[in-house]
């Protein structure tokens, strides 16, 4: 009897999309499989993504890559958060760092206790209770392991690293575990006359490779999902409508601090991403506001280093596919949709989608039911991530015309129900497993000036002299913890610093 099981899987592109997925499958698929991958080294690469979430400890964990080498190979450095600058308005800043906001006492998170004594001018800046937030702006980091009574939470973090060394290293991985590479351009893509299916990618040299299920990181033009099967795609420009991003690296500039940058400008935001090597830069910006030349400009002029190359143009349209699963095509990367890196979810959403490829992975032909479970909660996903971008440019208060324009924009009824409930009760109601949990929306809604009339009346329950000494405690714990910590530099160097541009030694 024939085994009904798609045993070649082909992979349509390589970058980081590619290769994560190419690494994952050979990783957990194990023997009877045969995966291929196939890219030009024609085609460049976008690129984008160097910065991460904590969630990419989770699968580079579950390939069993070590740290320290992960980091030294991709000339990484580590992430406690992001800070945006003059998104509120000009010269203001804050930080959305990950982990909790403060502490929760009672039946209640920390916010409602900081509303209550911000309105009474008892309180400092929300940061100042946020332990990845106090750390960064120390410019310190280390791995910090918590007993199971400790009063103080975990610092979880995230990654820069440079995307082009993270895709070959997973290659490398991926073909050690038997992926097979093909060079070549895709010319055409053969369809099943019966069915429909895409049943093999033919490649300018003519060679055709076969398989019965087919990934598609082909980037923005989507040469499967898009190009061959027609699905269709959501535009999301109204709501997101920066269109074009030029990048530049720079210098390396001192000191190396743990965190993101993003900073506003007129028609858009600038991006500045330390790694071990160079400073990652680019400026996303809306073309309809603002010309190529003025942009790069621009970003020229607000550079911490000498760059090391012109400055590169990328042009994309925010959105996503109407399916990532279509037939036999799953679209992973920029093929299956695309929201700018502002909140450094593009590798993230590549992440879960291999996640839920390897939880919906066929056991014979695909079914509609397979395929719509799987588009659902790719739907759901990337929907939520949007709403939390598009607060970063509706809640501002800046006077340009771009940002004008974005105060006055139609919001998704979700996003706009939630800002209307955070704004009269300051609650948040996290929506079932979304990605952004409390603590990031608090963080951002409050730094872009939108703060409660009101908080839990349960938060009353403490007098005001315990109330001060409460909000005292939580600070003064996270500035000692953080004093504790050695510099990010130090502690990088000693870890894993890359040979050319940090000290090799270990830690003892």
């Known amino acids: ?82 800070e945006f600058d003059g998104w509120g308005a000009p010269g203001e800043r804050y930080m959305h760092a990950f982990g909790v906001v403060g502490r929760g006492l009672g039946l209640l998170p920390f916010h409602p206790y900081w509303l209550r004594a911000r309105a009474a001018g008892r309180a400092g800046p929300l940061g100042n209770y946020v332990l990845n937030a106090v750390a960064a702006k120390a410019n310190r980091f280390a791995h910090v392991e918590r007993a199971a009574d400790s009063a103080l939470p975990a610092m979880p973090y995230a990654f820069h690293f440079d995307a082009g060394l993270y895709a070959a290293y997973l290659r490398r991985y991926a073909e050690a575990r038997g992926v097979v590479r093909t060079e070549g351009r895709i010319e055409q893509v053969e ?87 160079r400073t990652g830069n680019g400026y996303v910006f809306s073309s309809a506001h603002i010309g190529e030349d003025e942009a790069a400009a621009t970003l020229l002029a607000n550079l911490d280093g000498a760059p090391q190359a012109d400055p590169r143009l990328l042009k994309f349209r925010t959105g996503k596919r109407r399916k990532a699963w279509n037939r036999n095509v799953v679209a992973l990367g920029l093929a299956a949709g695309f929201i700018e890196p502002l909140e450094s979810t593009s590798i993230h959403l590549i992440q879960t989608g291999i996640t839920r490829l390897l939880d919906f992975l066929p056991a014979g032909p695909v079914t509609d039911v397979e395929r719509d479970a799987y588009n659902r909660l790719t739907d759901f996903e990337i929907e939520r991530i949007r709403d939390f971008v598009i607060l970063h440019y509706f809640a501002n208060c800046r006077h340009d015309p771009f940002w004008k324009a974005q105060r006055g924009m139609r919001l998704p009824e979700k996003l706009n129900f939630r800002i209307d409930m955070f704004r009269s009760t300051g609650r948040i109601i996290r929506d079932q497993d979304e990605l952004f949990d409390v603590p990031g929306w608090v963080q951002v809604m409050i730094g872009q000036g939108i703060v409660p009339e009101r908080w839990h009346p349960l938060a009353d329950t403490l007098d005001d002299t315990q109330l001060d000494q409460f909000l005292s405690t939580v600070a003064q714990a996270y500035q000692r913890d953080t004093a504790r910590l050695p510099g990010h530099a130090d502690y990088l160097a000693r870890f894993c610093g890359a040979p050319s541009t940090l000290s090799q030694s270990s830690i003892a």
């Open 191 to 277: 369809r099943d006359g019966e069915n429909g299916d895409v049943g093999a990618l033919v490649l300018a040299s003519g060679v055709r490779v076969a398989g019965e299920l087919f990934v598609d990181c082909s980037g923005f033009r989507g040469l499967l999902i898009e190009g061959a099967l027609e699905t269709g795609f959501e535009d999301w420009g109204h709501w997101l409508p920066c269109d074009s991003a030029l990048a530049v690296p720079c210098e390396r500039a001192e000191p190396l601090i743990p965190y993101t940058r993003a900073t506003a400008r007129a028609a858009g935001w600038q991006w500045r991403i330390p790694l071990q090597h």
């Open 1 to 82: 009897m024939t085994d009904p099981t798609p045993r070649n899987i082909v992979i349509a592109g390589g970058g980081t999309a590619g290769w994560m997925a190419a690494a994952a499958l050979a990783r957990f698929c194990g023997p009877g499989w045969r995966i291929t991958l196939v890219e030009s080294e024609e085609i460049g690469t976008v690129g984008v993504g160097e910065a991460t979430i904590p969630m990419i400890r989770l699968f580079n964990q579950a390939l069993g890559i070590d740290e320290a080498e992960f980091l030294r190979e991709t000339h990484g450095t580590w992430k406690l958060g992001i």
